[in-house]
C-alpha cells in the first residue's frame, strides 16, 4: 500500500468508526478476507474521496444515503447499517420515518415497506 | 372530487408552485389530459399525503428526492425538475454536486454521470 | 386522524383483509410500531385511492401487481404476500404459472426465478 | 435456420402482427441488421414460447406487458409499444390509465409519469 | 414435449452440468414441481438458445454473467450459483474478485458488498 | 490537486484515451464544468482504482462493462460509449452481439432491444 494509499484507509476508517463505533475491525476483516486490496479500494472511495468531503455535514449526507438506499431496495443489509449510522449521528427516529415515507413516493410503497422492516431492527435495539 | 379531496389537491398545487414558480399550469393539464383524477391520486398523494408533512424541511425533503432519483436512474425528466425545485428551495449548486458525487458511492459512476447531464441543464438556466 | 381519513383508512383495511383474511392486525400493528400515520399515508394511498378503484377488477389487479413486483425483483416478501393475495381472488395455479414465465422475457430469467420460489411457497400452503 | 426453428419464428412473427399491424418488417429488420439470429432468440423466446402460452389471453398478457414495463422503467420506447399493442387487443384508454396508477403504487409516482408520458402519445394517435 | 423440444431441453441440461456437476436433479425437480414446461422455457432458452451459442466461450460468458448479476443486484441465490459455475470453468478467484470491484464503479458499491458476500461463501467451500 | 491525485488522475485519463482516442478533452470539461473535483473522484476511482487494475485485461473488462450497463438499463449514453470503447480495444462486432444476446437471458428481452439500439450506432460508425 502506497503511502498516499494508506492516509486515504485510515482517514476513511476514522469515518467508518464514526457512522457505527465498533464496526471497524469487522467491517475491514469482511474486506480483508476477500482481497486486500478491497477496504482501500471500496471504503477510501465511498468514504475518504466522497462522504468526507465538505460541503453537506454527515448527518445530511446519511440522510441522503438512507434515501437512496431504501429507493434502490437492492442491499437491505447497507440500509440496515446506514439507519443505524445516521441514528449515531444525530438523525432522529423521526428523521428516519419521514425518509422512508418519502420513499414511498419516488420509488413505491413496496420499497418504503422493506425499509420499514429495517428501520424497525435498528429502532428496537435504540429502545432496549 | 370530495370536499376532502378538493382541500387535498389545493394544498399540494400549493407545493408545486412552491417547487418550481409556474409550473402548476403546466403539470395539471398534463395528468388532467391522462385522467380528471390523475393530479388528486398522485399529487395529492406526492405532496399533500407525503411530502407537506412536518419533521424535515422542503429543502433537505428536496435534497433526498434528489439523491433517490439520482441513484434509481429511471426518470430524468424528474430529476431535472426537482434538481431545479431544489434549487429554487434553498438548495446550493455546491450541495447538489455533493449529492450526486455521493450518487457514484451508492449507485454507481454512469448514475452519477447521468446526473450530472441533468444538472448542467438547470445550471446553465441559472446562470443565465 | 380527520374524519375523511378514517373513512379512507377504513375501506384500505377492508380491502386488505379481502386480500388476505386475517392479516390486517399483523399489518396494522407493523405499521402502527413504525408510526401512527404509517397505514393511513401506505396504505390508504395503495388500497384506497388506488386498487380500489373502478375500471379494472380486482383479481386482474392483483396479477398486474404479481407481475410487477416479480419484474422489479426488490420486494419477495410483498411478492409472497400478493401471490397469496391473488389465489384469494380467484387467480388460478395455473394464471400464477403464465405470469412468472412472462416475467422471464421482460425482466429476465433470475427475475422469474426468484418469483418461482416465492410462488413455490404459497402453492405449498394451498395443497396443504 | 432448423425446420423446427423456422415454425417458432413463423408462429412469433404472426402474434408480432396482431400486437401491432405493420409492425412485422420494421422490428424484423431492426434485429437482422444486428445478427440474422437475433429475431429468432429474442422473438422466438418472447412470443413463441412464453406469450403464446394458453392459459391468459392475450388482451390480459398486454396488461401484464405494460405493468412490468412502467414499473421498471427502463424501456420507454418498448412500453410505448406494448401500450399501442394492449389498445390494438381489446384494452380500454380506461384500463391503460388505471394500469399506470398503479404503478405509481408499487414502483412510485415518477414511473407513473413515465409511463403517462409515452401513454399520452399513444392515445393522440388513437384519437387522430 | 415436441422432439426438437426434448432435444433443446437435452443439451441445456448439458450445460447445466458442465456450471454445476450433480445440480441437473435439484434444478429440474425445482422447476418441474412449478410447472411442467418451466426447465424447457426457462433453461432452453438461457442455456440452448443463448449460452450455448458460439462466439464467447462459456469461461468468460459465466464472467460475464457474474457481472451482471453482482450489477442488478436483484438475484443474490442465482448470483452465488454463477460465481461457482464461473469457478467450475476455470474462472480463478483472483478474476471474481476483479469482477466484483469492477461492479462498484458501474452499479455502486453496496452491490460490489453484496456481491463479496455472495462470493464469499462459495470461495469457503473451494478452499475447505 | 494533490501530488498523488495528480497522478491518479494522469494515469485515469490516460486510460480514457485508451477507451475512446480523442474523448478525453470532450470528457474533462464535461466534468470541469460540473466541479473542478468531479474529473478526480469519478475517473481517478473508475479507471485509475478499478479497470487499471491487473488481473483482467482490458477487452474483457470491457466486455464486462456492457455486459452490466445493458443490464441496468439506465444509461443509454454510457452503453454505447463503452460499446465503442470496447470495439476500440479488440472486442469484436460478433462479441458485442453475444453480450447483448446473453442480457436477454439475466435482464430481458427489453434490456437486449435497448442495447441493440445502442449497438447498432456504433456498428454504423465502424462501417461507414
Known amino acids: 500500500m502506497s503511502e498516499a494509499g494508506s492516509i486515504r484507509l485510515t482517514k476513511a476508517l476514522a469515518l467508518l468508526e ?32 466522497v462522504v468526507l468531503r465538505e460541503g453537506i455535514d454527515l448527518k445530511t449526507r446519511e440522510m441522503l444515503t438512507v434515501a437512496m438506499l431504501s429507493a434502490m431496495g437492492t442491499a437491505p443489509g447497507q440500509l440496515e447499517f446506514h439507519i443505524r ?22 420509488a413505491g410503497v413496496p420499497a418504503a415497506m422493506n425499509a420499514i422492516f429495517e428501520a424497525k431492527k435498528v429502532f428496537a435495539e435504540a429502545a432496549s
Chains 1, 2, 3, 4, 5, 6 share one sequence.
Open 85 to 106: 449510522a445516521a441514528m449515531n449521528n444525530d438523525v432522529t427516529r423521526s428523521e428516519i420515518v419521514e425518509i422512508i415515507l418519502q420513499t414511498a413516493v419516488y
Open 18 to 49: 464514526r457512522l457505527e463505533r465498533g464496526a471497524l475491525p469487522r467491517v475491514v476483516a469482511n474486506l480483508d478476507e476477500f482481497h486486500p486490496d478491497a477496504a482501500e479500494v471500496l471504503l477510501g472511495f465511498s468514504f475518504h474521496d
